[in-house]
Each structure stands twice: as C-alpha cells, then as structure tokens.
C-alpha cells in the first residue's frame, strides 16, 4: 500500500510542479511542499466554504453551515462514494443525557462522560476540547435522528464507560450516518463533488490560506488523472481528511511494529495526506505516536468485517479466554488500549501469536444480527458443549471449566473478584452451552494524532500559537483529543460536534 | 517563557517579511512559513558545511568533517556561548566494550546495550538507529578522550542497563566533553560562530536545500537584533538544534500537564524553532507525545542543579521513600519513565504532590563530589538518627524502620524482594545513621520525539519517503531513536555518533 502511495505522489508532484510552472509562481520547496502562494493564481471557481472529505465532520459541517444561512457550500471527496473511513465503522455513537439514557433510567452527564475519556487519555487528553463535544453530543445525535438515521431500541455499554450511553444504527454501521446526512447535505443545496482530491493550499502573503488546488476527476491510486483546479474559499477551507491508519510508512514511523501485515479496520483512502500537508504549512503535530487498534476484531476475516460489531456488542456478557492456559486475561470491557494490550501477549509457547477466543452463550449473542453471519461466514463458530470447544481451539479442557464455573459465580455475586469488570450488563447471562465463539486479534483503527485544533476548530500554528488564518480542521485530523486511549462511540460524536463547531466558526468569520 | 517566545517570533516573521521583500520572491505562506525559495537570493557567504547548533552532536559533525578533509565548515550556535543545552547535563556517557569495562569486568556487547534500550523503548523505539548508534559509541568516546576529555575512574550502572557501561565526567557535567569538543574544533579550523539565530531553509526549485538564513550578532530575547544574512552550504546544512523542552505552548500540547511551573533541567535555548521548522519543510514528525522526566531531580533547586548527579551515583545503593507511608515505592534504578511516574504517584491525602525521599548512608553517598554540595546549598541534608529524618519529613518512624530493616535484608541477601532491583552495585552498602536525604520529583528533561532519520542522518520527507536533498539531522532533534523512554547516558552517544554520521555522509554527497 504504502509503496504505491509513494510512487502516486512523485507523480502528483510532478504534474504540480508542471502547474505552478505554467502559473508563473515561485514557490518554497516547490518540488516537495504542495502548497503554493496565492498571489496571481487565476481561481477555476470561487465558493463560500470548502470541506475536504465527506465523513462525519464533513457532512455535519456541510448541513450545520447551510443552516446559519450559508449559500454556497462545497464537499470535496478523493473517492469514487461518498463518506470516507466514517461509512465503514461500527456506526455507534456515545452521548450524555440522551432520550434513551432516559428512557432505560441510565444517570448520566456531560461530566461523567469527560471523565471516562480523561481516564482513558492517561493524564494527556484534551480537558477542553472533550467537554466541548460531550456538551454538543446531543445536538449532533439529534442532526442525525433529523436525518432520518435509525438506532436500535438499545444503549450499549461500551469498554471504558461508566454507564450506557452508546447507540448504534440498526444497520450496525457507520453508513446508517453517513447516508442520512449526505442526502441532508444535498437537500439543503451542499454541493457535493467525487473523484476530487485536495493537492495543497494557496496561501495570501499574510500567511491567509485563501484557497486551494483539487484534482477533479480522479481516480484513487491514478495520480495523474482528473484536471487540476484552483479553488477560492471565501469563508475558509475545513479540512475533515481523516486519519492515516492506511499509510503504512507513516504508521510504522510512529511504531515499527505496524507493518503491512497487521490488520487494519480503515477505508484505503485513510492515508493522511491533509494532515501532512498542515504540518507544512505549520500546524503542531500531536499525539501521533498513539495509534489505536481495536480490540474487538478478528484474526479470520478483512478489515472491520462481521466480528467487531459482533464482539463490542456482546463483550459485557462473554468471557475472552487465553488458548494456551484456559484461563481469562482482561476484563472484557477495559478501555481498547488496555484490551488490545492484553491480546497481543496472548502467545503460544514458542512466542508466535495465539489469538484468545470469546465466549459467549448462544442465546445472548444471538440478539445481535450479526451473530447468524459470523457463523455463516466461518468467522465464528457454535458449539454444543464446553468439550466440543474446546477440542476445536486447543484449549485445555479442566481450566476452561474451572474458568467458567468461577466467572459464572461473578455473575451471580455482580462482582468479578479476576479483573474488576462492571457485571451490571452481564446479569442473570450465565455462560452456558450451546456457546457462540469468535477469535480476537487487534487491528489498527484509529490515530488519535492529528494537528492541534482549539474548540473553534481553528488550526494552531507552531511559531505564534495563534490561529493559521481561513484553515479550520475536525474529525480524526485532529490529534490530542483523547490522549493515550480514545474510548469506543467517542469518534462519531467528536467528528460532528467539531464539524458543527467549524461552520459555526466560519460563519462568523 | 512561552508567551515572550510567541511575541519574539511574531516580530521575527515581521523582520523576515520584510527581508523577503527587499529580494522580491514570492514564498508559500510568507508571514507564517520561515523558509522560502533559493531563486534570485544573493548569497552573503558560501560554505562547504553548515551546522545549527553547538552542542554533543554539532561539534562532533565539526571534528569529523575536518578529519574527512573538509576545508570550510562553521558551527553557528544562537546563543553568547557554545555547547547548548548539552553543556549543561551530567555529562554521562554509556558504550559496549570500552577500556573500563575491561578494566572492571564488566561483560558487555552492543547488542545488549541494543537490547536494555529496547525494553526501556517500550516495543516502539528504531531498532536500526540504536544498533548505528551502539555500534560506534566507542569510536565517539575515543574522540572525547582525543579531545581531552577526563572521566571518573570507575564506571556507574545507571537505571535500565542491565551492566556498568557509563562513564561520567569529572566535572560531572557535559561542558567535560563540550568544551574539548569545542577546542579540538577550532584547532582543526571549524569556524564557530555564537549569536548567529537559524531563521530558515532556502530551497531550490527540486526542493534540495540550498542554503538557509541566520541572524548574525543576535541576543537572545531580542528578535530584531542582529543582520540577517543568507548562507549557502555546497555539501549541506546539518541541524543538531536540540529539543523543544523549553518551549511551555509545545510541550503542552503534547502533554497538558506539563505547564511553566513544571521544573524543566534543560538551558532556555531550548525551544524547538529547528524541528518545528523542519516539519513545515515536511519532515516526519515522530514521538512528540514522548517527553521525558528526569527521576533524579529535586524540587528544592531550579534545573538540573547539584541533585541530579548525586542522586543518579547513589540510587543503586540508596532507598526511595513515599513520605506518607514510610515505604520504599519503586525499584531505585527501573528506567526513567517507570521512576518519573511512580514518584508522580507520591500525592499527600488531599492529593496534592508530596515529593519522596532518597535514603543513602552517608559514607557511601560522601563519595560522590556532589555531596558537600547538595548539604551547603540546603537541598540535602545529614542525619545522624532515623528518629531525626523522620521528623524532618514527617514519615511515620515505625514503618521506616521495618522497611530499613526490610531493604537491609535484600542488601545482604541481593534479592530485592519488593521491587527486583538489581542489588549488584549496593553489595556491602546498608542503609546506616548517619544519613544523607535529598528529596525528588521529576522534572523535563528530554523530547525522545523530533524529525525521523535514517542511519546515515539524512532527514525523511513525509510525501515521497526518499531524504530531503542538503538536509541533515542529529541529537535530541531526531526523533523515534529511544521509543517511549531513553535510558540515561544514552543521548550524548546518540548525539555524537549522529554528528559523526552526518559529517560522513556529507563528505560522501
């Protein structure tokens, strides 16, 4: 991936260098940076606000600003669909003081749910920024009920939270979102373009990003193709680009130990090309060394795939089981981080990885519709007995026994004397045959590095501190947010709540 | 410190502005970006090196690059004196094989220096760079020795190695080593220059780094001080600027908790303008999320003080103690980040910081020169009773006793029951009246993130992956070497051994 990646963008720059040339400009590092001075650019089209990327932030930033009166509003997308990395997620979305915390009696507030995060965040989170969306979640759950997104008639209670706050779309997917808003978009009169990929700022002589080049027309991993397009923005340039999950030689130059072979749950044009492109025109790089992977995911299928909506679902009332000894080895719903830890040292004797297995009875996880499929499609598995089970996975019989008779007394007790979990979920959900298991192996899934954004979504610059003027950035772009750990169900939120907040910004400026 | 900082730079980028101006170029982002294009300067003066930046690793690229027949090569450092923040540390030096180790018996290898930093790095450190930097440590001590540097005659094991491999200079501080490096330069024709501040990249139109500008005759503090002039360097310009630990708004965002009233060892020069400038140039930035706290500082004197040394000579035979508990809380020598965080953890019952003491028999702690000088200065102190320490400090006498009693044991028997200290060095050294007691808290001290290199010092562009043509990186700049947590001594053989780098692989461009 990450080779293809390179070779695409010694191309690009190529036929940049041949544009600028043809525009009479002297640039800084012109061979290398991509942003250019905007001074005697001949401006293609001029419009009032330009969104790069149509995930979450994007599209919340697209319907908010069409609501405070803005007439001329563009998305710019690099793939062929829209929605980017957001249209393939779990679809769920965590919020303080919600109508159905109401309705199942949950006590909850915008203070519980910071605090959750800043556990999770490990003392380096973003206090400021994470009470500001935790006060906004709500709005933005209510733009997507106004869009018509359907959740199911339950909370979860994710890895990390106090309490249930988590919804999810009935399509278990981020696309139950993602679709809602973009048709919103578009009929509030956003105008929405494909195959259009941002190639660099154009930047005025006080340092003004006043708009920028796209490449419209083009074909993800042809980077030759589509026309090159000068774009004037008005009243800012939002950059909603995501993060670089995708990007195998960024990631790996944060941990080395993220190479191709490991697993990643992101759309493939999560590569980070915006946010680099900040860090040149000055913005502060933070927190990029945190790379999230996800707990929840399987070792025997692509990508995010059938398990993870499977397993984030049911973790509460199952029980992850070590092969090699039988025996559990984390609490089931800790933060990812903490999970995803505990995962990866589950080794066989020689060292090599033995990816744990989940255990759950069938009854309870066949609530989930995913259950059916994980079966289905051999990602998962059903078993008659506990002897059964564990012949299929090797994994010693008397522990395994042992280890569930003893976490059957922790639902019962409510108290789980192995590793703390929070039983009120698994009440009266006994682990009993016929049993559903699947395996678990992280997968990479979310930078929580990014450039340093203030809670107007405005963009920092390293040498004054102050704003980088007309650039506004939201969504997995930004990094320091959650610091160490993001916790599951907080992206959703985040993305929109700071893509509201950037159109709110732009509409005043 | 960083508000002045912001306001320096604003009028910085107001003087460069102007300067830009007066040659009539056009730059990308002129009022924020630094660096601008190569085309039309008028050079002020020519080079065959440039290094920015006076200390370990910027003298160290002087001496070899003479030694490899360079003609003309300049330093240029921007504060009054030479040998930046590297003059000012314990001048502790760690390498595999070296003449003391023969001397006392101490089995060691590159690949087990490789391997203790490793395990401190925390899975995430480059396994490639610590080799490099392994295998020439003895080359980069014998141009200390060259130089006239002179070292204490035994070696100490400081937390994290798992063998004595760091000699210590006499002096107990880096000026030791920085200025014979600094002599040996100028008596090989190196022409260093103080007051002269790095203001920039000037890049040619295939983005090689051409030259860059300087501000000659300037005072720190004073942004407008002092000419600007526009330097071209034939072989390249190498930028062994140091860390950003200094810098209140940088250090913050990566870490909020890391405010101006956090203690910080480092010399005011250290504020991060190189990196962060080399990021705009598309450097990759690694591990800023990583800073590091020295646990051997002491909160009753300002920076690195007289503390740090005594307490990192007498941690292998001394006992740390929560003061609340009267109780021994980590193992004296685990690496810096497992000590810095237990000694965070150290809170009275209001949870406010309590800072721990460390215990040493004063006969075994009066070996060390700092000795007299942490009780002249009142920052240590000598009691002849265990009843008396406990009322200075106000530990509970009943407890300190036991576990005086308890530590007195794992001496005897070198099995540190507790915390699996490793009891080599404190064989025969009990914990007796009269003692000697500083008190501890951690402050910065080291960013283990900066721009990524490779092994030959060539800085990556974050696009195409392949070095920026003329640019060169060494020291503290670098980031991603040492992963999570550098183990002491580590860094003045990183800087030089990269200085040296960097000197050989411009001689060979």
Redesign the interface.
């Known amino acids: 991936m990450?080779k293809v990646n390179?070779l695409e963008?010694?191309n690009f720059?190529k036929g940049m260098?041949a544009a600028a040339g043809a525009a009479g400009?002297?640039?800084?590092?012109?061979?290398?940076?991509?942003?250019?001075?905007a001074?005697?650019v001949k401006w293609d089209k001029e419009v009032e606000i330009a969104i790069i990327g149509s995930g979450f932030a994007g599209l919340a930033a697209g319907i908010e600003s069409m609501r405070l009166g803005a007439k001329d509003v563009h998305i710019f997308e690099k793939m062929s669909y829209f929605g980017g990395n957001s249209a393939i997620n779990g679809g769920l979305f965590a919020a303080p003081g919600t109508p159905m915390q109401k309705k199942e009696g949950v006590n909850d507030s915008v203070e519980r749910m910071v605090q959750d995060q800043l556990k999770a965040g490990r003392?380096?989170?973003?206090?400021a920024l994470l009470r500001h969306v935790a006060e906004h979640a709500v709005e933005a759950l209510q733009m997507t009920f106004d869009a018509g997104s359907e959740y199911h008639p339950y909370l979860q209670q994710l890895g990390g939270h106090s309490v249930a706050r988590t919804y999810q779309t009935t399509v278990s997917c981020g696309a139950g979102i993602t679709q809602p808003l973009l048709k919103e978009c578009r009929k509030l009169g956003v105008q929405t373009h494909n195959r259009a990929k941002f190639e660099g700022?154009l930047?005025n002589?006080?340092?003004k990003v006043e708009g920028f080049k796209i490449r419209q027309g083009y074909y993800f991993g042809e980077e030759d193709t589509g026309k090159l397009m000068h774009i004037k923005a008005k009243r800012g340039v939002l950059m909603a680009t995501g993060g670089f999950a995708q990007n195998v030689?960024?990631r790996m130059?944060?941990?080395?130990?993220l190479t191709a072979e490991v697993g990643c749950t992101n759309a493939p044009g999560a590569t980070g090309?915006g946010m680099?492109e900040m860090?040149?025109?000055?913005a502060?790089?933070?927190?990029?060394?945190?790379i999230q992977s996800g707990p929840w995911a399987s070792p025997d299928e692509g990508g995010f795939g059938y398990v993870s909506n499977y397993s984030i679902y049911n973790f509460p009332h199952s029980m992850a089981v070590n092969c090699l000894t039988g025996e559990r080895f984390m609490n089931e719903i800790a933060d990812r981080k903490t999970r995803a830890d505990a995962e990866l040292a589950c080794r066989d004797k020689q060292g090599n990885p033995l990816p744990p297995i989940l255990i759950t009875s069938y009854k309870d996880s066949k609530k989930h519709p995913n259950t059916k499929k994980v079966i289905k499609y051999n990602v998962g598995w059903k078993f008659d007995s506990v002897e059964e089970l564990a012949k299929h996975f090797n994994v010693p019989l008397k522990p395994l026994k042992a280890q569930i008779k003893e976490y059957n007394q922790y639902v019962k007790s409510g108290n789980d004397a192995q590793f703390g979990k929070n039983m009120t979920k698994a009440k009266g959900k006994y682990i009993e045959a016929p049993f559903t298991v699947v395996r678990l192996w992280p997968k990479v899934h979310y930078c929580q590095?990014g450039v340093?954004v203030n809670t107007k979504a405005e963009v920092?610059?390293?040498?004054?501190?102050?704003p980088?003027a007309g650039l506004y950035a939201a969504g997995e772009v930004c990094g320091?947010v959650h610091g160490v750990s993001r916790l599951g169900s907080c992206s959703i939120p985040e993305c929109m709540v700071m893509g509201m907040t950037a159109a709110r910004t732009m509409m005043k400026a």
Chains 1, 2 share one sequence.
Do not use: C, W
């Not at 400009?25 to 001075?37: D, F, G, N």
């Not at 003392?123 to 206090?127: F, L, P, S, Y």
């Open positions: 990450s390179l963008r010694r720059i260098g400009m002297a640039m800084a590092a012109p061979a290398m940076a991509v942003s250019q001075s001074n005697g003392g380096i989170a973003d206090e700022f930047v002589d006080e340092g030689n960024l130059a944060q941990d080395p130990t090309e680099y860090f040149r025109l000055g502060i790089p933070v927190h990029l060394a945190h590095g340093q920092k610059d390293s040498f004054t501190g102050k980088i320091g």
